[in-house]
């Protein structure tokens, strides 16, 4: 896998800030976020999910927004079954970022790789 | 290493909930605990350590128990000296569990491969 | 990568106690701390900097101190670009310790090997 056609959804209901940030700046140093998202093939909340995303991210940069993933995708479905464990740094302010893929389980055992991801849209934290 | 047979032990004095859930759900959504876990090669809580599990975990769902661990052993005998690190999601509702290991250092220098895991006993949290 | 000569600088204001210690001994367990630190060549906090770190750790032992990490090492200039991604257990009684590199992108593309790291210099917590 070098490169995923699964777009990671905006911020869903599904997530929460489970810790309030820092003090230290204006770009939510230090907040994590323990998350449960659904992914799909194309960019449509309501499409089918191939699988779901489980993990935290924190925001870790002062002076910008950037961010620290690490994370499961789990496959449950007749077509796929097992996990494939992504982390990396979320340079925000890319175009595109590229996470580690470094292990998996079941029908992705072993697996090994890039994931790369792309921002659609941001809403503001207000949203939530 | 494809299936580990040290058994975790439970919830212990160690492990100490570090954060409080959030209000989503009824499952612990959010509660991040930091551990620091003796292994057994058997399931006693009296017999000799073999290694320590130092890392963390978080329930990662809405609706139902669910984790995410990443953590490592740590080996410091004469038999075994060295780190194992350990990732993954943990689907408290499968029989069986399995975690990626990505890599080790000593004795365990660039180890891969997968741990299996498997509950023994599950203790309210009215325990602790 | 089978040992660093680029030394992580001590405790700085970049980084941030981002959640509080439990109450369970006097060695901070469970107190997590998500960082952004500059990496130089020597020891010297003005030299210049070659890559950052941003990660977090955590404390997580009672009777002693000992933490987990797990970051990113950022580099973006001329000479490198890419992310090298970093984890393991941090035995700080040690003289040196061991971390994992399990994965990287771009210049350092599925990198894999160990991070060894030593501490020059300990400083109270009341600096910050």
């Known amino acids: 896998m070098t490169s995923s056609s699964m777009a990671p959804m905006p911020l869903m209901p599904h997530q929460q800030k489970s810790r309030t940030q820092t003090k230290l700046g204006n770009f939510n140093h230090g907040m994590l976020v323990v998350f449960d998202d659904p992914m799909t093939k194309d960019n449509h909340l309501l499409s089918p999910q191939m699988a779901g995303a489980q993990g935290f991210y924190f925001y870790d940069m002062k002076n910008a ?29 890319e175009e595109t970022r590229d996470f580690s893929v470094f292990g998996g389980t079941g029908d992705f055992f072993m697996t090994r790789g890039i994931v790369t991801i792309r921002t659609d849209i941001t809403q503001g934290a207000y949203y939530f």
Chains 1, 2, 3 share one sequence.
């Open 65 to 93: 927004y950037s961010a620290w993933f690490s994370y499961t995708l789990i496959f449950n479905s007749t077509k796929h079954k097992g996990t494939i464990n992504i982390m990396g740094a979320d340079l925000m302010d």
